[in-house]
Every structure is written in C-alpha cells, then in structure tokens.
C-alpha cells in the first residue's frame, strides 16, 4: 500500500541520522519550547518532539486538538497516513534534502536553522488544511548525530490556498536564509490512473456525499458525475462505494 510505502520511506531517512541512542530522557524545560513554539506559530498552531533513535514523537502539545481535531495520542504513522498524496512526494523529498543540508553545516551551526516547509494533511472532519512544517533541532552531538527535534505545525490554509509544497532553510540569529529551494526528485509521486476531476469527484464520495450534492458542489451536471462515478469504480476494480472508500483510504488516493 502506498501508505505503509511512503511511511517505510520516511522511516528510512531519519534512521539515517543517529547512529546511536544516548538512552536518555529528555530533561522538560517546558518554558524554553513554549519561547519557542511562540517564536514559530503562525496562527493556529501545535508543537510536538521527536526522537529520532526511537522513531517515536516525545511530546505533543495540547493545541493538536483545536488544529487537527486529534489528540495527543495521535500516532507517527497514523499521520502519516493523512498526508495528501500529492504532497507525500514532496514530504520525501524535503525531509532527504533538510537531512543533507544540516549534515553539512558545522556543528555550531546546527541549532541555528529551522526546516520549513508546507503540506496538506486531513483533519479529523475529513477535509485537507494546509500546514506550515518549521522543525529545528534540538539535541544533536559533534558527530552529527541528531537525537531530538522540535516542530511546529501551523494551519496556513486560509495563507496558502493552491500550490505545491515550498522548502527553505531560515537562518537564527544572524544566519543567511535559503528561500524557496529546488528538493531533488529522489521519491516519486505514486500514480493511480484518476484524473484531476475523478479525485476531486472520490473525494466527495469518501465525505459521503450524494451524487446529487457533488453536482451541486462542483457545478456540473448529474449525468456528468454518474459518469465520472462509474469510471472511478472500474479504475478502482470495486463495485460500490463503501469499497471504494476503503480502498482510497487504505491505498492513500485522498
């Protein structure tokens, strides 16, 4: 499936980056990420920690809920899975070029860059938001081995309505920026065979809508989504809508 695909990817690519685990607990100077988490949030945004020895998130700030609609118990995975994808591409690819750009600076350099870059996720309702992704890290050792990080999640959906996903490096306390920059196409976009207009059409129907109210919505005809309809079954090899609601969650059309 593409999910479990795209998250083995990005499995690999931050196991990449510790070549040990210090076994240590991180010490909570919760007043340092709060200075923080205020200095990164654009709008409404959460904060969360993440372990890259033990591939798991530390922490989740409490703001998850009013954002995303989930709670802190909100799994790695789990989110994953809710990444656009379109975008899981781009998610790839940006996190393998941040990893490369940080393993180069010195190592007085390394808390002095945030990651940012953009994705869109669904929500606990089922709709897709734009979030800002600003990560800096946190707890890494001369080695450049990076244990922890902190990252930022802000919902810039009514920002950033249409587009691809933008990287760049932001540079702390006096250090030049990287704006806007090119990710090298290592990780390819899953293909599925639907058109722009089917996706937008299976979309409506994983949200439970009739054909009726997709005509409706999209302004077009009835006939012209019962067409549509038809044609996304066969592209999906089911024959009805719970199906292919199953099949499109689990394989990640949406």
Not at 36 to 65: D, H, T, W
Not at 239 to 254: C, F, M, V, Y
């Amino acid at each position: 499936m593409r999910n479990q695909q795209f998250f083995e990817n990005a499995l690999t690519l931050w196991q990449g980056v510790v070549q040990n685990d210090p076994i240590t607990e991180l010490k909570w100077q919760m007043d340092v990420y709060q200075q923080l988490f205020n200095f990164f949030q654009v709008g409404q945004s959460y904060f969360y920690i993440f372990n890259f020895a033990r591939m798991e998130v530390e922490y989740v700030s409490p703001e998850i809920k009013t954002v995303l609609g989930f709670d802190s118990r909100l799994q790695v995975s789990e989110f994953m899975a809710r990444i656009h994808p379109d975008d899981s591409s781009y998610y790839l690819n940006f996190e393998n070029e941040a990893i490369r750009f940080l393993r180069d600076l010195p190592y007085d350099k390394l808390g002095k860059y945030k990651v940012q870059y953009d994705f869109r996720v669904r929500n606990a309702t089922g709709e897709y938001i734009r979030l800002l992704h600003q990560a800096i890290l946190i707890h890494f050792d001369e080695q450049k081995n990076f244990y922890r990080s902190m990252a930022v999640h802000s919902d810039i959906s009514h920002i950033k309505k249409a587009g691809s996903p933008c990287l760049s490096f932001i540079g702390i306390e006096g250090e030049p920026s990287y704006i806007n920059l090119d990710a090298p196409a290592v990780f390819k976009t899953a293909t599925h065979g639907f058109t722009r207009r089917e996706l937008e059409i299976l979309r409506y129907i994983v949200l439970g809508k009739t054909s009726e109210e997709i005509a409706t919505e999209l302004y077009i005809s009835l006939h012209t989504v019962k067409t549509h309809r038809k044609n996304i079954l066969q592209k999906a090899s089911v024959n009805t809508p719970l199906d292919l609601t199953r099949k499109a969650l689990s394989e990640g059309w949406i």
